[in-house]
């Protein structure tokens, strides 16, 4: 049992350039997240979908994209990154009712635009 | 909207000395609120939370909050720190109807030096 498993750990892209970042949970959960972590800023919402085939905007959405490929797999791509992309990447997942109060995070993706 | 709250960026300390990290939240609906800690390069788990009943909520690793709704805080304590409880604490809340996301602190990072 991996639980939420996160590929890559870390990537440097330059201004413009693509990358599509990869989350994979094995617990059966409905709900899967993206969050980035940038300093003295906590974690703050980029997508997420409450379950298979949905997905909706956080609190800082602009300049990504999301696909909820199957129940596991929630991939976040960014098109063209910016410096201001440079952050860590935590994606999540939760199940539903009274447990999905509890997030259970992968150990995230390093990124820096240059 | 919720908000929270984590006036303190840093909390230094003493090996087995006794710690509060504060959280104040603001909402106009009820809540539900969490502690979360973050060890160094690793993902966020789950300390605690409170979801209704009593107002003091144990956690894993010897740690404790208790919610006051008249001050809308929820102060996370240990009566006795250890040198691998050093790392980074969030507090988060969400709401307790509809699908619930949950809006994190800024993070308190607690250094226990010997």
């Known amino acids: 049992n991996a639980g939420v498993t996160q590929t890559p750990k870390f990537q440097v892209l330059k201004t413009g350039q693509s990358m599509t970042l990869q989350c994979a949970q094995d617990m059966n959960h409905n709900s899967m997240y993206w969050y980035r972590q940038d300093p003295g800023m906590g974690l703050r919402l980029i997508y997420y979908s409450a379950s298979e085939g949905t997905t909706d905007k956080g609190e800082v959405p602009n300049g990504y994209n999301v696909s909820r490929l199957n129940k596991r797999e929630f991939s976040l791509r960014l098109e063209s990154a910016a410096p201001s992309q440079t952050s860590v990447y935590f994606c999540a997942s939760s199940s539903t009712g009274e447990a999905s109060y509890e997030q259970y995070f992968g150990p995230g993706t390093r990124l820096t635009v240059t | 909207a919720q908000s929270v709250t984590q006036l303190d960026s840093q909390v230094p300390v003493f090996e087995e000395a006794p710690v509060e990290l504060r959280c104040n939240y603001s909402?106009?609906?009820?809540?539900?609120l969490f502690w979360y800690v973050q060890y160094p390069n690793q993902g966020l788990q789950l300390l605690l939370k409170?979801?209704?009943?009593?107002?003091l909520v144990k956690g894993i690793n010897g740690f404790e909050a208790e919610f006051n709704k008249s001050q809308t805080s929820f102060h996370l304590r240990k009566p006795s720190v250890h040198i691998s409880d050093t790392a980074e604490y969030f507090c988060a809340v969400s709401t307790n109807t509809g699908f619930q996301k949950l809006v994190f602190g800024t993070g308190t990072r607690l250094l226990v030096s010997p």
């Open positions: 909402s106009s609906v009820s809540v539900y």
């Open positions: 409170y979801l209704s009943g009593s107002t």
